[in-house]
Each structure stands twice: as structure tokens, then as C-alpha cells.
């Protein structure tokens, strides 16, 4: 449970940290691979249901984030 609350609090901190600095290109260049590595983790840990009783709830801002600088080619 101590990993889940962990990853989604990381997750949150790289979206905000991104979207306060989107016109920095170099500093997203640094963020989105952490970002995208938490959400792979989160998608396969989804996968295995290792703790049936567990919900991972992605923020959508993340994915709208995500999305938004693959769009624009980082």
C-alpha cells in the first residue's frame, strides 16, 4: 500500500512540475521518462493484481500532460 500512495504522489509531483514549466523543454526532457516509467509500473502492477483490493486512479492531468507533450514533440 506504502508503493501505491508513493508512485500516485510521484506521479502528481512530475505532472505539476511539468505543466508549471511546460515551456521548458529541456527540464520536460528530464520529467517525462520518470513519468512514463511510474505510469508503466502503475499499468503493469494493474496487470498482476498482486493486492486484488487495490485501485490505482491515474490523475487524468497526467495523461493529459503526457499526451500534450508527445503531441507537441516535447
Known amino acids: ?3 501505491h500512495s508513493l508512485a500516485l504522489q510521484a506521479v502528481v509531483m512530475f505532472t505539476e512540475l ?5 515551456r ?3 527540464l520536460k ?3 517525462l ?12 502492477q494493474e ?3 498482486e493486492h486484488p483490493g487495490e485501485l490505482w486512479v491515474v490523475p487524468a ?3 493529459t500532460v503526457l499526451m500534450r ?6
Not at 33 to 44: C, K, Q, S, V
Open 33 to 44: 521518462p520518470p513519468l512514463g516509467e511510474l505510469l508503466y509500473l502503475i499499468a503493469t
Open 18 to 22: 511539468i505543466r508549471e514549466n511546460f
Open 47 to 49: 496487470e498482476k493484481k
Open 61 to 63: 492531468a497526467a495523461y
Open 69 to 74: 507533450c508527445l503531441r507537441e514533440g516535447v
Open 29 to 31: 526532457q528530464c520529467l
Open 1 to 3: 500500500m506504502l508503493v
Open 24 to 26: 521548458n523543454s529541456k
